[in-house]
């Protein structure tokens, strides 16, 4: 029996995609559904040409009732990845997949975590602070935003001259070569 997996995004959905081709044939695990709370994002075009299921999320099916999991649950889903999605996990959730849920972070945790810290906005600091290296990682998702136990990280050299762009442009790479891997090390290793 395959072991099942969701996706959560708010965006584009790249890594969501590497994710999706990772386990299309896979003996261990397969993508059942794909969740996102936008309303047009690309990551719906990926779960389109992978034939998944997908899902929107609102604040009243995932704030504000337990709808989600509710479905989670009624379609047996084992384990949870958050692939570029930028809405908090609410406590209930954190508990429902406690162990079970991991998170890619586009630098190299604790520095440059937490509230507002996603996407551009870490690529900015991380400019701005003139780091000689960034990276991404790989953690489980407690209530506290990017505070879960870290599973991988994987790290890059800047140059000076690296804009924000460039440096996002560097650790997206470090996330395609890496995600899909790491969960399924975590999620098929005892297989
Ligand atoms: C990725 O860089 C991911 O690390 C980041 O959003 C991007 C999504 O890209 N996630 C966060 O900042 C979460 N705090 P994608 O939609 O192309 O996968």
Redesign the pocket.
């Known amino acids: 029996m395959h072991k099942r997996i969701a996706i959560l995004?708010?965006?584009?959905?790249?890594?969501?995609e590497k994710i999706l081709a990772h386990f299309q044939q896979h003996d261990c695990a397969r993508v059942d559904l794909i969740a996102c709370n936008r309303k047009e994002a690309?990551?719906y075009n990926h779960a389109e040409t992978y034939g998944i299921d997908t899902f929107r999320l609102t604040r009243a099916n995932f704030y504000e009732s337990d709808e989600f999991i509710q479905l989670l649950k009624s379609r047996h889903i084992d384990f949870v990845v958050?692939?570029?999605?930028?809405w908090f996990i609410p406590q209930q959730m954190v508990h429902a997949f406690e162990n079970r849920m991991v998170?890619?972070?586009?630098g190299l945790l604790p520095k440059y975590g937490g509230k507002g810290?996603?996407?551009h906005h870490?690529h900015e600091a991380v400019k701005a602070a003139g780091e000689r290296e960034s990276g991404?990682t790989i953690h489980w998702v407690n209530e506290a935003y990017?505070e879960g136990n870290i599973i991988f990280q994987d790290r890059v050299a800047l140059d000076p001259d690296d804009s924000p762009d460039d440096i996002?442009r560097k650790?997206?790479m470090l996330?395609h070569r890496n995600y899909a891997r790491v969960v399924e090390e975590v999620l098929c290793g005892d297989q």
Do not use: T
């Open positions: 995004a708010s965006g584009g959905g790249s890594n969501a690309g990551v958050l692939a570029g999605f930028l998170n890619i972070h586009p810290m996603y996407g870490v991404m990017d996002a650790v997206l996330e």
